[in-house]
Every structure is written in C-alpha cells, then in structure tokens.
C-alpha cells in the first residue's frame, strides 16, 4: 500500500511538471534554456583556467556559481507563471547567491538574500499554502499608479541613506576590515537591498507592479555586478563571483519582461 501511495505521488509530481512546462511560451522556454545552457558553459570554462596554482574545478565560488545559476533560474520561471513552488526554488537560490556575495563583501545584498528573502519566501509559501484558495498559483492586483510612484522614491531615499551608513568607520571596519568600498558599490548594494524589501511588500499583497520593483532592483544590481567585475583585477575568484551574478540577473531581467505580461501589469 505504502509503495503504491509512493508511486502515485511520484507519478503526480511528473505529470504536475509535464504539465507545467507545457504552459510555458517559447519565449520562456527559449530564455530558461539559454540562461542554464551558459551557465554549464561558464562553469566548464572557469574549470580550466587556473589561478594562483589551482584550478577553477577547485575553487568552491565556481560550484557555487553553477549552482546559484541553476535554481534561480528555475525560481524566476516559476514566478513567471505564478507559481507559489517558487518560493521553495527562492530559497535554494539564495543560499547560494548569498554565499557569492559574502565572499565579494557586498553587505547590503548578503543581508538581502540571506536574511530577507530566505524569510520573507518562506514565510510566503507557508502563509499562501494555508490560506489561498488555489494552492499553486497566485491571483494578482493592481496598485494605484501615483501611489506605487510615491513607493518608488520612499525606496531611493532609504537607498541613499542606507549607503551613508554603509561608510561609517565602524560598520566598514567591522564588515571590511581597513578598506572602503567604492561610493557606486555602496548606492547600488543599497539600492539593491531596498528594492528586495519594497518587493516582499508588494508580494505579501500580490500587487502586479512587482514586476517593475523587480526590473528596476535587479538592473541596480546588474550595475553592481559590473562594478565590482572592473574592480576584480583579474582574480579568478572575483571574475567567477561577479560573471555568475551578472548571469543570475541577466536571467532575472528577461524573464521579469515575461512576467509583466503574465501579470498582466500593463493592462
């Protein structure tokens, strides 16, 4: 009895993925398959190259980067298609990303996927499992436009402020040792930081507009990323660190296009 009941949730969860995929456009398909497909690619390069007497296959930020670059991709697709499973896939992620950014000393974005979005998606999951209707997909809204623009720019402000913290002798001595980091770093970390928390917001209340939270922290990011990837100097570890991140919100951008029409949020 026990092996059949096994067998039929096994049977369930195939179908329910089979299913799943069906619904997804070629657009989504195509974008999902490129992101994982580079990031294999990306991996088997950095493998090869050696630095400072070791291998890349050797390095624990390389694995990390494959990883991190494997399930967000699953995360962002499932969010795409509304379905609360990526909360789960969210949580992977971010143990992962968090791990990079740890290692690159990028206070505001560790904080960020370590502690808030690890909490806030299970948190989530746990609350939309319980009291949602439709246990697999999520019903959204609509915010009034003047006052998500207001949102918007409460965001900035706490942004600017929260990098103004970040160059505190204590705070950077303590995080950083005797460095500083660069100003740009600081603002997009920051910006960054607080756009995630304006977007479990906007999730806890299923506002569509999400979408446009989303976009705009993930291209502040990007911005990081590209910063800190000047900054590497050539070292195998920061080049790894910062590439696999740019992967992981290059993924994030375009499949947050795909989201805005699936949300219907410019309708």
Same mark, same amino acid.
């Given at each position: 009895?026990?092996?059949?009941?096994?067998?039929?949730?096994?049977?369930?969860?195939?179908?329910?993925?089979?299913?799943?995929? $069906?619904?997804?456009? !070629?657009?989504?398909?195509?974008?999902?398959?490129?992101? /994982?497909?580079?990031? +294999?690619? &990306?991996? *088997? =390069?950095?493998?090869?190259?050696?630095?400072?007497?070791?291998?890349?296959?050797?390095?624990?930020?390389?694995?990390?980067?494959?990883?991190?670059?494997?399930?967000?991709?699953?995360?962002?697709?499932?969010?795409?298609?509304?379905?609360?499973?990526?909360?789960?896939?969210?949580?992977?992620?971010?143990?992962?990303?968090?791990?990079?950014?740890?290692?690159?000393?990028?206070?505001?974005?560790?904080?960020?996927?370590?502690?808030?979005?690890?909490?806030?998606?299970?948190?989530?999951?746990?609350?939309?499992?319980? $009291?949602?209707?439709? !246990?697999?997909?999520?019903?959204?809204?609509?915010?009034? /436009?003047?006052?998500? +623009?207001? &949102?918007? *720019? =409460?965001?900035?402000?706490?942004?600017?402020?929260?990098?103004?913290?970040?160059?505190?002798?204590?705070?950077?001595?303590?995080?950083?040792?005797?460095?500083?980091?660069?100003?740009?770093?600081?603002?997009?970390?920051?910006?960054?930081?607080?756009?995630?928390?304006?977007?479990?917001?906007?999730?806890?209340?299923?506002?569509?507009?999400?979408?446009?939270?989303?976009?705009?922290?993930?291209?502040?990011?990007?911005?990081?990323?590209?910063?800190?990837?000047?900054?590497?100097?050539?070292?195998?570890?920061?080049?790894?660190?910062?590439?696999?991140?740019?992967?992981?919100?290059?993924?994030?951008?375009?499949?947050?296009?795909?989201?805005?029409?699936?949300?219907?949020?410019?309708?």
């Amino acid at each position: 009895m026990t092996n059949n009941k096994n067998n039929s949730k096994i049977y369930r969860y195939f179908n329910d993925s089979k299913e799943f995929f $069906k619904t997804l456009s !070629k657009i989504e398909l195509v974008l999902s398959l490129i992101s /994982w497909v580079i990031s +294999i690619v &990306f991996f *088997i =390069i950095v493998c090869c190259i050696q630095d400072d007497g070791k291998y890349g296959v050797l390095k624990w930020q390389v694995w990390v980067g494959l990883f991190a670059n494997l399930t967000n991709t699953m995360c962002v697709i499932l969010s795409v298609k509304m379905r609360i499973a990526s909360f789960l896939w969210g949580d992977v992620s971010c143990v992962f990303l968090g791990l990079l950014v740890y290692d690159a000393k990028t206070f505001g974005t560790m904080i960020n996927y370590w502690v808030i979005c690890i909490i806030a998606q299970t948190v989530l999951y746990i609350q939309w499992k319980r $009291k949602s209707e439709n !246990k697999k997909t999520i019903d959204p809204k609509k915010m009034n /436009w003047s006052t998500f +623009i207001i &949102f918007v *720019i =409460i965001t900035i402000l706490f942004s600017v402020g929260f990098a103004e913290i970040e160059n505190i002798d204590g705070f950077t001595k303590f995080w950083l040792g005797e460095e500083k980091q660069p100003y740009l770093v600081r603002l997009f970390d920051s910006l960054g930081l607080m756009f995630t928390i304006s977007s479990i917001y906007l999730l806890w209340y299923k506002y569509n507009q999400i979408w446009i939270i989303y976009l705009l922290g993930d291209g502040f990011l990007l911005a990081l990323w590209c910063t800190q990837l000047s900054l590497a100097n050539w070292k195998i570890d920061d080049i790894s660190n910062s590439i696999n991140m740019l992967l992981a919100l290059a993924t994030m951008v375009s499949l947050n296009v795909c989201g805005m029409f699936n949300w219907k949020i410019l309708k």
